[in-house]
């Protein structure tokens, strides 16, 4: 059964940076495409980007371009999130998932990590 | 970039109603569309993809098609677990768009 974990919710103070992980279990994690998705609360889903984890290939949607840095350590299939300068406006509940093929359209969810920047 | 103007934002039905979510892109489709249930304190679930192709996990009254630029998702008899916050998705193989949602509520 595929299976995505990430971490857990975190409670950061603006400038303060973040890294969120995803572990995936199931499947060959090297080999599949996974994507990242924020939703700010009570908003919708906006698309972060995508990233290789066999080839650490990363794509950022451009309103994500320098804001967000995606990484990958396939040796753990495990994928990350970092967030850097953090601002409120970052507060959000941050998922990943796997692509369908090669594509931008996600099979499997994590179940979300809940980041929440106050000071 | 396309943008998908999704509606209604928000529906009431009765247990048993036909429904359907319509997404309308900015332009024509270059990619594919994929649609969405999310529940509250769930993660996301995808309920079809390649603009009809549903998701075995869910049952066939779900189903999903198109008709140029307008993408829909139908529940042919809604029932109350179907509850939920649907979404589509503009998808190539590098980017992708998300409406705006539906909330449905029986």
């Known amino acids: 059964e595929v299976q995505l974990v990430q971490s857990g919710p975190e409670v950061k103070k603006p400038g303060e940076s973040l890294k969120i992980s995803c572990t995936g279990s199931?499947?060959?994690?090297?080999?599949?495409?996974l994507g990242w998705v924020r939703q700010r609360p009570g908003k919708g889903l906006e698309w972060v980007g995508l990233i290789h984890p066999g080839e650490s290939d990363a794509i950022y949607d451009p309103s994500f371009e320098g804001l967000v840095t995606m990484s990958a350590d396939w040796s753990i299939n495990t994928a990350y999130l970092q967030l850097s300068g953090l601002r409120a406006s970052d507060s959000a509940m941050y998922y990943c998932g796997r692509s369908v093929g090669y594509s931008s359209c996600l099979s499997n969810w994590g179940q979300g990590a809940l980041v929440t920047v106050s000071s | 970039d396309i943008q998908m103007t999704q509606s209604p934002s928000a529906l009431s039905a009765s247990v048993g109603d036909r429904v359907t979510v319509t997404c309308r892109a900015s332009q024509t489709v270059r990619g594919w569309v994929a649609w969405y249930q999310h529940k509250p304190g769930k993660a996301p679930q995808l309920v079809v993809d390649?603009?009809?192709r549903s998701e075995r996990r869910f049952p066939s009254r779900f189903s999903g098609g198109a008709s140029g630029t307008d993408f829909t998702l139908t529940i042919s008899s809604l029932q109350p677990e179907d509850s939920a916050t649907y979404y589509c998705?503009?998808?190539?193989?590098?980017?992708?768009?998300f409406g705006q949602g539906t909330k449905v509520e029986i």
């Open positions: 390649d603009t009809s």
């Open positions: 998705q503009h998808y190539t193989a590098s980017s992708a768009t």
């Open positions: 199931g499947y060959e994690f090297a080999k599949y495409w």
